[in-house]
């Protein structure tokens, strides 16, 4: 638990932003105060860990607090009434928070167990110089790959696409290698790798890869150039402004692809379109509100269960499991991403054609096992979680590269508004392939702490 208490975080700061949120929003209520305080604790813990190490577990936990305790709050307290009236908050405020609140901190608590100190996210820097000193084309090939996996996926079925689409992530492996490398960092893989993500993000209309993968590129590059606290302040002020403009923009934009409209000199156009009118109005930003509220979601399931439709008492979430594990040709009926029946079956949400949208894992866990045994999953959850990155640390001893595959595993489960069979499915299936890919290029990969602390020539081993 050492992770979530460090002695360097900065209290002054955290009471000073405490006392300008209080004084700012005066009607602000008890609980809402309390749920952004948590959240920008989060926050803080995850501004202070870039430079340092790979973030995964901070990165959770601040998805988390954006989603249910953040969006929420906001909706709560004012934001509710300028939206659409089927996304408003179900019950009252401190009825969601006596469930959302304890079973996210239990979440994070598990997920802080046994982290020691943050493992499976520290990058032995000296060693992976070394294994890209030993390998110099190793990150050119994971660029390629990614690539083409990323094109031949699209031949496939959704089993076999699905392995594609992780395989397609290796170009940012790749991209992290040349970073961390010792030699100097060519301009032209890092502008392909980069200008892959946002042209697959303007051309689908999905950003949420961008922002994920944005995050941990900038992680990589502060641990390899050690950014200062101005940098590092400027890079969030950055991110902070190109999520909200994104969030804003995403709905107008989506619908200029379906026009056949698509690409950054569309996007530039809404920006200008939108700014003239008022891009950051107070309206705007309230309808927008909700695709950062999940827990309007976990409000009509709380009205919906056990009123309307019976806990499940685990069976659901053997399906879940089950879903996550199998692969579609030995369990054709296994659940779908993205099924409206089951959102309608557990919160009587009807959903338009084209709308998308997940129960999440705090949902689920809620569906099956009511609200402290919701709590209770949440933290096992956490722990499963925390479990895997002490996984990755365990075997880093000796394939130091491992450490920036986390990357690959969680940039998906990081994301609480998604389907939990899809978000374990990602989870199993990456940690697998990683496995299977260090197995069968053992040689290449193996890299022992003994081998540098006995100063014993690399080449020997190649």
């Given amino acids: 638990m050492r992770s979530l208490s460090h002695p360097n975080f900065n209290w002054a700061v955290f009471i000073l932003i405490g006392l300008i949120i209080r004084i700012s929003f005066v009607d602000l209520s008890a609980i809402g105060f309390i749920a952004l305080m948590l959240s920008l604790y ?148 890092m502008v392909i790798v980069i200008g892959s993500i946002i042209s697959s993000s303007l051309g689908e209309g999905m950003f949420h890869d961008l922002l994920t993968w944005a995050i941990f590129i900038a992680a990589v590059f502060a641990i390899k150039y050690k950014f200062t606290f101005q940098t590092k302040l400027i890079g969030a002020a950055g991110f902070i402004f190109l999520a909200l403009v994104i969030q804003l923009l995403k709905t107008n934009y989506r619908a200029a692809i379906s026009r056949g409209d698509k690409g950054i000199e569309t996007f530039a156009n ?118 895997i990155l002490n996984m990755f640390k365990k075997y880093s001893k000796d394939y130091p590269v491992l450490i920036l595959f986390t990357a690959l595993s969680f940039y998906y489960p990081i994301r609480p508004d998604c389907e939990l069979q899809t978000i374990l499915g990602h989870l199993f299936k990456s940690v697998f392939l990683i496995y299977i890919v260090l197995t069968v290029w053992r040689s290449n990969f193996y890299l022992p702490a003994w081998l540098l602390n006995k100063k014993v020539s690399v080449s020997k081993y190649s």
């Avoid at 430079?51 to 509710?80: E, K, W």
């Avoid at 990323?150 to 696409?161: E, K, P, T």
């Avoid at 010792?182 to 301009?187: F, G, M, N, P």
């Avoid at 369990?331 to 949208?357: C, E, F, W």
């Fill in 270 to 387: 809404l920006y200008e379109q939108q700014s003239d009118q008022g891009l950051f109005s107070f309206q705007r930003m309230a309808a927008s509100n909700v695709r950062i509220n999940q827990g309007f979601i976990i409000t009509y399931i709380m009205v919906t269960v056990p009123e309307k439709q019976a806990f499940e008492h685990g069976a659901e979430m053997y399906k879940i499991f089950e879903s996550a594990i199998m692969p579609r040709i030995l369990d054709p009926g296994k659940l779908n991403a993205g099924d409206r029946q089951i959102v309608y079956k557990y919160s009587h949400l009807m959903l338009a054609p084209g709308t998308s949208m997940a129960l999440s894992s705090l949902g689920d866990a809620y569906i099956n096992y009511g609200t402290f045994g919701g709590c209770v999953f949440m933290f096992f959850l956490g722990l499963l979680y925390g479990g």
């Fill in 42 to 189: 989060q926050f803080m813990l995850l501004f202070d860990s870039i430079g340092h190490f790979i973030p995964v577990r901070y990165l959770l936990g601040s998805f988390m607090c954006v989603q249910f305790f953040v969006g929420p709050t906001l909706a709560y307290n004012g934001l509710d009434e300028y939206q659409y009236f089927l996304y408003k908050m179900q019950i009252p405020e401190i009825q969601y928070f006596s469930y959302a609140m304890p079973a996210v901190l239990a979440f994070i608590v598990g997920l802080h167990l046994f982290a020691g100190n943050l493992n499976g996210e520290v990058v032995d820097e000296k060693r992976i110089e070394v294994f890209v000193e030993r390998n110099p084309t190793i990150s050119y090939i994971f660029i390629v790959v990614g690539f083409l996996a990323s094109v031949v996926s699209a031949f496939f079925s959704s089993d076999l696409a699905f392995v594609f689409y992780l395989l397609g992530s290796f170009k940012f492996i790749g991209l992290f290698l040349l970073v961390l490398g010792k030699k100097q960092l060519k301009l032209w893989p």
